[in-house]
């Protein structure tokens, strides 16, 4: 194989130039994705058509970058520079651009961009020389559809997906708000008649309007008109339950059920649960609607506890329980089910390992970067995402993969300890690392 060649060039030939742009393109094609990087300027005159002040940046996906910004020194402190960015931020508001960003020095006026409306995203510090710390920004557009960075076939399938029609939706905010009794039972009997698949029996109904009366009851609202209604109750101590709950035909599929439980679970927390419990129709007796039920509540990290026919029933319930304690891992697994039921996964596993390699770039950049220790974290915890994205795709249980983990590594370790004691060691403190592996390769191969 012929050696390859590094050379350092102040400027790359355009014939290298379009080699290069024309296979990123190519790439970034094969994942539907839209390069749109283009180069531009904005460059403000004065009365004689000088120029005083001058931005330059370029798009990228679907971002906007800005590179330079420069005011004359005879024009400074007089506003022009926060024209000049509010200029950029009109020219591309509402083309379907997520966000602006840029980065400045300590020694350069972080402190405007912040009065200009930009947030402040990380801090990369300078121990050697604090005026070149960099304070990095970020600006999101106004505007709520994201176009920009796709490629235009796939544009055209998300505006459909998003829209539903050939008329653009903006969709309603959600508001939950606890209620009175009063108003609890009313909703819950209007909710009652609009879903007559679910609630058939009126004698059930009417014990379900009077119990709404001794629970907290939670109403979701849109444009001012419930829509939604969450009743909880404390049956024991440490333990809290939804007695009822449902949505409107009409606004079902929304999210309103989720915020009603996300708040409710928030509710709990505050009286002290530990957990929360739901009954419904078992998955066995196959309705077709308890169904949608049972994988809703799956879907938020419900577990079943238990199925028992209740005295006086004529069909299996099964009860479920959602543990309120945080488990970061189970709410991930939760939000990855999500996902996927909604359509957003991978395509394949190639695509998750790629996903995972950029990962361990951006750790290893932001690491000999000394970048902040939440960036590192931030980046880290992204790999470990990728990992489990991984599992689940290829059709591994997450917690017994890690449970096979942990048990190969137990016995290593173990194996490890023993080979230890045998050389007269204690441990391994201070011992060298080619030592350790060399302990480690035994280990692994007994």
């Not at 290069?20 to 058509?49: A, P, Q």
């Not at 055209?156 to 969709?171: D, Q, T, V």
């Not at 990290?301 to 309120?324: A, C, D």
Request: with cysteine; net charge negative; charged share 25%.
């Amino acid at each position: 194989m012929n050696e390859l060649e590094i050379n350092f060039v102040d400027h790359l030939p355009d014939e290298i130039e379009k080699i290069m742009r024309e296979d990123l393109v190519k790439y970034e094609g094969s994942y539907g994705i839209d390069v749109n990087y283009k180069r531009f300027s904005l460059i403000l005159t004065n009365e004689t058509k000088s120029p005083v002040g001058v931005i330059n940046a370029f798009t990228a996906f679907s971002e906007v970058y800005v590179d330079d910004m420069w005011v004359h020194s005879s024009y400074r402190g007089k506003g022009y520079g926060r024209k000049l960015l509010q200029a950029l931020e009109d020219h591309f508001e509402g083309k379907g651009f997520n966000n602006i960003n840029l980065v400045t020095n300590a020694f350069n006026a972080p402190e405007f961009y912040k009065k200009c409306g930009f947030t402040e995203e990380f801090i990369r510090v300078n121990k050697v020389n604090p005026k070149l710390t960099k304070t990095f920004f970020i600006k999101h557009f106004k505007n709520a559809e994201q176009t920009q960075g796709l490629l235009k076939y796939n544009t055209r399938k998300l505006r459909s997906e998003i829209e539903g029609s050939s008329h653009a939706k903006k969709l309603d905010s959600i508001e939950i708000e606890e209620i009175d009794y009063d108003r609890a039972e009313m909703l819950c009997r209007k909710i009652t008649a609009n879903l007559p698949e679910y609630f058939g029996i009126s004698s059930a109904n009417e014990q379900y309007f009077k119990g709404v009366r001794y629970c907290r009851n939670l109403a979701a609202k849109i444009n001012n008109q419930y829509v939604g209604l969450l009743s909880l109750n404390f049956p024991h101590e440490n333990i809290s339950n939804i007695y009822w709950m449902a949505v409107f035909k009409n606004h079902q599929a929304k999210g309103i059920g989720r915020q009603l439980i996300a708040e409710a679970c928030r509710l709990a927390k505050m009286q002290n649960a530990n957990s929360m419990t739901v009954e419904t129709l078992a998955p066995e007796e196959a309705d077709e609607n308890y169904l949608k039920s049972y994988h809703f509540y799956q879907s938020l990290g419900f577990k079943p506890l238990i199925t028992i026919k209740p005295e006086g029933y004529h069909w299996n319930m099964v009860y479920m329980v959602k543990h309120l304690t945080s488990n970061a891992l189970n709410d991930l697994l939760s939000l990855e089910k999500d996902a996927r039921e909604f359509g957003f996964e991978w395509p394949n596993e190639a695509m998750i390992i790629e996903q995972a390699i950029d990962e361990c770039r951006e750790i290893k950049e932001a690491i000999e970067n000394q970048d902040m220790p939440e960036r590192i974290q931030e980046e880290i915890g992204d790999l470990l995402h990728s990992a489990i994205s991984l599992c689940e795709f290829s059709g591994f249980d997450v917690e017994k993969t890690l449970a096979k983990v942990r048990n190969k590594f137990g016995k290593r370790m173990q194996a490890i300890k023993n080979l230890t004691y045998e050389l007269g060691l204690p441990n391994l403190k201070g011992q060298s690392i080619e030592f350790m592996m060399e302990l480690w390769r035994k280990a692994k191969g007994g």
